[in-house]
């Protein structure tokens, strides 16, 4: 994927602002530990849902399994992560008693600060890491490959159970991904490498530094898909404009689905963000209109709905619209703009603290290369133009977790 030529300063800070989101290495790698720990903690002796573990699985979910996870923002400066904890529980039980005895099976867990019994999910909490954790109940067998039941149990409201296959959704989004030319991602790499992005997980007892270091570094394509960057930028976006409202913000399985379906924009990553912010403008105004909500679903397993806790009316998707429309206002300004001038716009759009570590790691580049360089002070970054081509990249298989029953199969 080239940047594109007209704006390719704005396509580089773009690009280093992304960068600047994401987890270091480090933090992966700690992030992972944490996930293979979830078994050995349920499967303890004395854990309440021992019994119920020897044929469990857990895999991440959301962000983490497509490649988009970034820095919160609006809060504090954490990551929140997800993972399925697929098991059969006693027969029969309701939502809310599998959410409770969760809750206090996890009880104990190591670093952990808080844990918090949520609607859907378990939360984990860590210095800088939430970490939610979804019971799953599988499908009767024939299934298609993990499609189960997750528990909703309201504080007011009935009980439920939703059909889910987050892991096809999952498969599905990275088959779809078109990724970038060697010469983008050797791009990002450097960048990486020159912004020094800095550690926020702390290694604690169940993570020890040694330990952290075994773990291969992660080397996946896919964070640098277009669509992926221009998912992760929007999400950031979104962060930050909706700290500050009582409203729910859109949810990001049903941003993830949107961000692939718009193709890779010949006009670089600018030209990327403008149209998938146009895109879900577009749904916005046709729903608006027809007086129908969105009703996405999860393309690999038609029962599972995206929507069913956004929008919950007009005033959402209105909120939602203008949001959209002052982004791509603000990004156009921001083409027409010189580096001071952006590093302003990009403040107010990503943050303060992330959009002027990108532009001292973008200009850290600029004046601090020898020979010939493919950055010119006052024009940016210059892309070898490369011709995107799509590829199909399959979800991680299930990994075998070594001395128990409890297979963790983690999908990046």
Known sequence: MPFDSTTPNLDALLLATALQLELSERDHRVAEKRYQFIPEHLQRTGSRLQLYMSTAKVYAQGSRAIGATIVHGAADDRFDLDAILEFVPPRESAPGKVLDELHLAFQGFPDVKEIKRCTRCIQLQFAFMHLDVTPMEPAAEPRAERVGEIYHSPDHGMDARLPVNPYGFAGWFRERLSLPSQAFIDAARAMRAR????????????????????????????????????????????????????????????????????????????????????????????????????????????????????????MEMRVFREDLRHLVKELERARQSELTEIRKIFDSLFGETVSGQAVQGYMDGVVGRAGPTPYERGKGFVATPAILAPASVAAAPLSRAPSHHFHSGLLR
């Open 195 to 314: 912004l020094d992005i800095k550690d926020r997980l702390v290694a604690g007892s169940i993570v020890a530094d040694a330990d952290v270091d075994d773990l291969p570094d992660l080397i996946d394509p896919v964070r640098d898909s277009p669509q992926v960057i221009g998912l992760k930028l929007m999400k950031r976006y979104l962060n930050l404009r909706y700290a500050a409202r009582d409203m729910k913000r859109p949810v990001s399985v049903y941003l993830s689905k949107i961000a692939v379906l718009v193709d890779p924009s010949p006009f670089g990553l600018c030209g990327q963000l403008v149209a998938y912010a146009k895109e879900l403008d577009r749904r916005m105004t046709v729903a608006l209109d027809t007086g129908r909500r969105p009703d996405e679903r999860n393309p690999v397993f038609s029962g599972e709905r995206f929507n069913d806790r956004w929008p919950k009316d007009a």
